[in-house]
């Protein structure tokens, strides 16, 4: 069985430019979340998907960051303009219907310069 | 939503039993607590699961006393590739609700 899928796994940009992050869940799994994590701390959630709904995004800095998951399959998160405080890496994970293990994607890790 | 206080690090030899214990003193009725292990690189990965009492699988034991404000994960023989950090969380079942906080990080020396 296929694991959770991410894109890219690095990526670098200048300051002030746009970003994109893809996720492809594992099938059959409805819930799908985003998180963050800075060097040296624990991923910090940043949305939670049950199928195409947000559920929770109250951690999600809604003035640049922006994420969808059109068809409650794969998703997209996206950051514009970027700032050097958002290098981190940026976690996938998704997680069958009722169940709290959730499955991590390997993450892309963005660096901001 | 209970916030979760372990060691930032732990040291052990290969060979040896491993124990670490986290505190989740404001733990819901309707909490689960987990662990997940994270390799550099990678994402996290789910250990064991826990709601009370004792739970085992091919990996790890987790410990829970009955006032449920703590519990401990037990690393049997651990090996040098056990060298990760562990997350313990709890989750609220009804909305999955997860805070990672910064975890423990257990180096295995030879």
């Known amino acids: 069985e296929a694991g959770v899928v991410q894109s890219p796994r690095y990526k670098i940009i200048e300051k002030k430019q746009p970003v994109a992050f893809w996720c492809n869940p594992i099938?059959?799994?409805?819930?799908l979340y985003w998180y963050r994590q800075n060097l040296g701390q624990g991923p910090e959630l940043l949305i939670r998907?049950?199928?195409?709904?947000?559920?929770?995004d109250s951690q999600l800095p809604k003035d640049r960051f922006s994420a969808e998951r059109l068809k409650g399959v794969d998703s997209t998160l996206k950051i514009q303009p970027a700032e050097l405080g958002d290098s981190a890496v940026y976690l996938c994970?998704?997680?069958?219907?009722?169940?709290?293990?959730?499955?991590f994607g390997p993450g892309t890790r963005l660096t901001v310069l | 939503l209970a916030k979760t206080t372990q060691p930032i690090s732990m040291d052990s030899y290969e060979g040896q039993e491993v124990n670490i214990t986290c505190s989740h003193n404001?733990?819901?009725?309707?909490?689960?607590i987990t662990w997940y292990q994270q390799f550099p690189s990678q994402g996290p990965r789910f250990i064991i699961q826990g709601y009370k009492t004792k739970v085992t699988n091919e990996v790890a034991s987790l410990f829970i006393p009955a006032d449920r404000k703590s519990s401990t994960l037990s690393l049997p023989r651990v090996s040098l590739s056990d060298t990760a950090v562990y997350y313990c969380l709890v989750s609220y079942t009804g909305g999955f609700k997860t805070i990672f906080g910064a975890g423990t990080r257990l180096f295995v020396k030879a």
């Open positions: 994970a998704s997680s069958q219907p009722n169940k709290n293990e959730q499955f």
């Open positions: 099938s059959g799994h409805n819930t």
């Open positions: 404001n733990i819901a009725t309707n909490d689960y």
């Open positions: 998907y049950e199928n195409e709904e947000a559920v929770d």
